[in-house]
């Protein structure tokens, strides 16, 4: 190799060696985004001073030497100030971090006071006061990276997701509107349910303000509710404590631009007398020898609890113990498990909804059968009584057998007038009276054979005309 040779390769091993310092490193990863902080819009006003939070998902796990981090650098748009000062705290997985801060050209440095060196993956957050530029900008970009010890950078700038659990301005962006507030909200009205519960119907109407997003409710003088769709113009207050109450609403822009708050509308709420609205869709299931009770949730908005009752008398039932269920508003469907072994009867259960008045609503009520011989016995098959006009067979009547179930039935003489056949999670069969042809039988005796499997039981019905 020649002495040029050798002083090409030593050259180009320099040249690589300086690429290698300067490159960002790949085996560090992170995500991250930007909100303001009290509108997750990724909105903010011209020439005003915010608070925004920088939210970083930081992946170590498979860090290499030299990627220790000294330092998350945020940079920030043209004309947005921030300061060193700025900083109102940095956290990593929810605790606060020791660190100081650095401002110039337009990037504010986080530095720690202690190199992150470990290996885990993490949740950063840095809240930092900002002012925003007077001229409006559509869409502003800040950025964010990572430096190790030496100020070089970790990776490439940070990818814009996902990263604080929230759906809310998954990105590094953020518009910027002009500071002039919504005109204020006109037409407020309240009013008191006509059924007697302790609600409140407050309406208004809609702002005429295009850049709206929402309205802000207030009771007595507290912020009430988000209403976040600036179409709407009827809100339902529930559950309102008696007195008088006195109710306000704004408009909003975003959380930090509202219009002035509106005058105030006052009325007097009595207290909740009207009982609510019974659960829906009662059903009755067998789980084991366990019994799901299962309903769908009551209309009326108030509901606290529903209650379930037990007995052998739909006019005869008492509470069962635990049979308190909470309601939850967001919550449709509901099932409570009795794991009582009961004995062979008809039982009733029943389903009530009670508000927060102790107000109770008419009760859901269904009945449950358990067997052990086909019953009943005798029946009537011309009754309008479903409780009498069928004869049910229960599976449980053969003690431990599997397989296929099916009933033969037939009559005195031995003929058969009707089979029936089980699904293969049918536990019971029912016959209505009637033959193969669709004809009621004659009164008499009649006999039975239920099989499951290769055990099978005989018996006799009598049939009541």
């Not at 990593?92 to 801060?101: I, M, W």
């Not at 030496?150 to 997701?161: A, N, R, S, T, Y």
Request: charged share 25%; hydrophobic share 35%.
């Amino acid at each position: 190799m020649t002495k040029t040779q050798r002083g090409f390769i030593g050259s180009f091993i320099s040249i690589l060696t300086l690429i290698a310092a300067t490159t960002s490193y790949a085996a560090v990863t992170s995500v991250g985004e930007i909100n303001v902080v009290g509108d997750d819009q990724g909105v903010v006003v011209a020439n005003s001073t915010v608070d925004l939070i920088v939210t970083i998902i930081i992946d170590r796990s498979q860090a290499e030497p030299g990627e220790e981090i000294q330092t998350i650098e945020i940079v920030l748009p043209n004309e947005f100030i921030a300061r060193a000062s700025s900083i109102r705290w940095i956290q990593r997985d929810g605790v606060n971090q020791t660190v100081s801060a650095e401002f110039g050209g337009n990037s504010l440095r986080v530095v720690f006071a202690q190199p992150i060196d470990d290996f885990s993956n993490s949740v950063y957050q840095i809240t930092f006061e900002c002012q925003t530029p007077s001229p409006v900008t559509q869409t502003v970009t800040f950025k964010a990276r990572l430096r190790n010890v030496d100020g070089q950078p970790i990776g490439e700038f940070i990818k814009p997701g996902q990263a604080d659990g929230k759906l809310n301005n998954d990105d590094f962006t953020l518009e910027v509107i002009p500071n002039v507030p919504p005109a204020g909200v006109q037409g407020l009205t309240v009013k008191r349910d006509a059924a007697g519960d302790n609600d409140v119907t407050v309406s208004w109407g809609e702002s005429e303000d295009p850049d709206v997003i929402g309205y802000f409710i207030y009771r007595d003088g507290e912020r009430l509710a988000d209403v976040d769709d600036p179409s709407s113009t009827v809100f339902l207050d529930v559950d309102v404590p008696r007195g008088l109450r006195a109710y306000s609403i704004e408009a909003y822009k975003t959380p930090l631009l509202r219009s002035e708050r509106s005058a105030v509308r006052r009325i007097s709420v009595h207290p909740d007398t009207a009982p609510p609205q019974p659960p829906e869709g009662l059903t009755l299931t067998s789980a084991g020898s366990a019994i799901k009770v299962k309903w769908t949730r009551s209309p009326s908005p108030d509901v606290t609890r529903y209650r379930v009752l037990f007995g052998s008398s739909p006019n005869q039932l008492s509470p069962l113990v635990n049979g308190d269920v909470l309601a939850d508003r967001n919550r449709e469907d509901y099932e409570f498990s009795d794991n009582r072994i009961l004995g062979v009867g008809i039982f009733f259960y029943a389903v009530e909804a009670i508000d927060e008045a102790e107000n109770k609503s008419t009760r859901k009520v269904k009945q449950h059968r358990i067997l052990d011989s086909p019953a009943p016995n005798p029946f009537l098959p011309v009754s309008d009584n479903p409780a009498f006009n069928r004869i049910v067979f229960p599976a449980r009547a053969i003690e431990g057998a599997e397989g296929e179930f099916f009933v033969l039935i037939f009559d005195i003489d031995g003929a058969m007038v009707k089979e029936l056949r089980a699904g293969p999670d049918d536990k019971e069969l029912e016959w209505d009276g009637k033959d193969e042809r669709g004809d009621v039988v004659e009164s008499g005796v009649y006999v039975y054979q239920m099989q499951i499997g290769d055990s099978y039981k005989t018996g006799t019905i009598i049939v009541a005309r």
